[in-house]
Protein backbone atom coordinates (compact mmCIF):
# COMPACT_ATOMS: atom_id res chain seq x y z
CA UNK A 1 0.00 0.00 0.00
CA UNK A 2 1.59 3.28 -1.22
CA UNK A 3 0.73 6.07 1.23
CA UNK A 4 1.23 9.79 0.74
CA UNK A 5 1.14 12.62 3.08
CA UNK A 6 1.96 16.32 1.89
CA UNK A 7 3.13 18.92 4.50
CA UNK A 8 4.92 22.70 4.23
CA UNK A 9 1.62 24.10 3.21
CA UNK A 10 0.66 27.70 5.01
CA UNK A 11 0.12 31.36 4.74
CA UNK A 12 2.52 33.36 2.45
CA UNK A 13 2.41 36.89 1.02
CA UNK A 14 1.84 37.47 -2.63
CA UNK A 15 5.30 37.28 -4.23
CA UNK A 16 6.81 34.91 -1.62
CA UNK A 17 7.67 31.30 -2.23
CA UNK A 18 6.88 27.78 -0.97
CA UNK A 19 8.22 24.47 -0.80
CA UNK A 20 5.44 21.70 -0.65
CA UNK A 21 6.22 17.96 -0.01
CA UNK A 22 4.84 14.88 -0.68
CA UNK A 23 6.06 12.28 1.19
CA UNK A 24 5.57 8.31 0.30
CA UNK A 25 5.63 4.97 2.77
CA UNK A 26 4.63 1.50 1.91
CA UNK A 27 6.31 1.74 -1.72
CA UNK A 28 9.07 3.59 -3.64
CA UNK A 29 8.34 6.66 -5.54
CA UNK A 30 10.34 6.10 -8.45
CA UNK A 31 7.96 3.51 -9.65
CA UNK A 32 5.43 5.96 -10.19
CA UNK A 33 4.41 9.05 -12.17
CA UNK A 34 3.56 11.77 -9.54
CA UNK A 35 1.52 14.87 -10.26
CA UNK A 36 0.56 17.68 -7.94
CA UNK A 37 -3.09 19.18 -8.05
CA UNK A 38 -4.73 21.52 -6.42
CA UNK A 39 -8.18 22.64 -5.53
CA UNK A 40 -9.69 25.90 -4.62
CA UNK A 41 -13.46 26.63 -3.15
CA UNK A 42 -15.95 25.91 -5.90
CA UNK A 43 -13.16 24.38 -8.58
CA UNK A 44 -12.38 21.76 -9.81
CA UNK A 45 -9.34 19.98 -8.92
CA UNK A 46 -6.24 21.04 -11.91
CA UNK A 47 -3.19 19.68 -12.50
CA UNK A 48 -0.03 22.17 -11.57
CA UNK A 49 2.74 19.87 -12.09
CA UNK A 50 3.84 16.32 -12.72
CA UNK A 51 6.98 14.31 -12.98
CA UNK A 52 7.80 11.33 -14.57
CA UNK A 53 8.46 8.07 -12.49
CA UNK A 54 12.78 8.26 -13.54
CA UNK A 55 12.66 12.32 -13.17
CA UNK A 56 13.27 13.01 -16.56
CA UNK A 57 10.51 14.89 -17.66
CA UNK A 58 8.64 17.11 -15.89
CA UNK A 59 5.36 19.67 -17.64
CA UNK A 60 3.37 22.41 -15.68
CA UNK A 61 0.22 24.18 -16.33
CA UNK A 62 0.40 27.34 -17.66
CA UNK A 63 -0.68 28.89 -14.67
CA UNK A 64 3.11 27.23 -12.55
CA UNK A 65 5.11 27.61 -15.88
CA UNK A 66 8.27 29.84 -14.53
CA UNK A 67 6.96 30.04 -11.06
CA UNK A 68 6.85 26.57 -10.05
CA UNK A 69 9.31 23.58 -10.01
CA UNK A 70 8.98 20.28 -9.17
CA UNK A 71 11.88 17.63 -7.83
CA UNK A 72 11.81 14.37 -6.54
CA UNK A 73 14.65 13.35 -4.33
CA UNK A 74 14.31 9.10 -4.56
CA UNK A 75 16.67 8.48 -1.58
CA UNK A 76 14.02 10.57 0.78
CA UNK A 77 11.18 9.33 -0.96
CA UNK A 78 9.59 12.37 -1.27
CA UNK A 79 8.48 14.57 -4.24
CA UNK A 80 8.69 18.77 -4.08
CA UNK A 81 6.73 21.55 -5.23
CA UNK A 82 8.67 24.65 -4.87
CA UNK A 83 6.82 27.87 -5.51
CA UNK A 84 7.30 31.15 -6.08
CA UNK A 85 6.33 34.58 -7.15
CA UNK A 86 3.02 33.13 -5.56
CA UNK A 87 -0.30 34.91 -6.09
CA UNK A 88 -3.55 34.91 -4.49
CA UNK A 89 -5.39 33.07 -7.24
CA UNK A 90 -2.54 30.35 -6.42
CA UNK A 91 -4.93 29.63 -2.93
CA UNK A 92 -5.80 25.97 -2.50
CA UNK A 93 -5.75 22.50 -1.31
CA UNK A 94 -2.73 20.85 -3.17
CA UNK A 95 -2.87 17.48 -3.97
CA UNK A 96 0.04 15.12 -4.99
CA UNK A 97 -0.90 11.81 -6.24
CA UNK A 98 0.85 8.90 -7.55
CA UNK A 99 0.19 6.85 -11.05
CA UNK A 100 0.55 3.14 -11.18
CA UNK A 101 0.09 2.71 -14.67
CA UNK A 102 3.08 4.62 -16.39
CA UNK A 103 2.31 7.08 -19.66
CA UNK A 104 5.39 8.14 -21.45
CA UNK A 105 4.59 11.61 -20.35
CA UNK A 106 2.67 12.23 -17.30
CA UNK A 107 -0.02 14.59 -17.54
CA UNK A 108 -2.48 16.24 -15.48
CA UNK A 109 -5.86 13.95 -15.79
CA UNK A 110 -7.30 13.06 -12.00
CA UNK A 111 -8.10 10.19 -13.88
CA UNK A 112 -4.53 9.05 -14.45
CA UNK A 113 -3.79 9.09 -10.90
CA UNK A 114 -4.57 6.37 -8.53
CA UNK A 115 -3.15 7.21 -4.79
CA UNK A 116 -3.89 10.58 -3.45
CA UNK A 117 -2.32 12.33 0.00
CA UNK A 118 -4.73 14.37 1.90
CA UNK A 119 -3.76 17.89 0.79
CA UNK A 120 -1.81 20.29 2.30
CA UNK A 121 -3.49 24.01 2.49
CA UNK A 122 -1.57 26.85 0.55
CA UNK A 123 -3.18 30.34 1.33
CA UNK A 124 -1.53 33.51 -0.61
CA UNK A 125 -2.48 36.94 0.92
CA UNK A 126 -2.49 40.27 -0.76
Known amino acids: QLKLVESGGGLVQSGGSLRISCAAS????????IGWFRQAPGKEREGVSCINSRGGTTNYADSATGRFTISRDNGENTVYLQMNSLKPEDTAVYYCAAATRLFRTCGFSTNEYDYWGQGTQVTVST
Open 26 to 33: GDSLDVYN
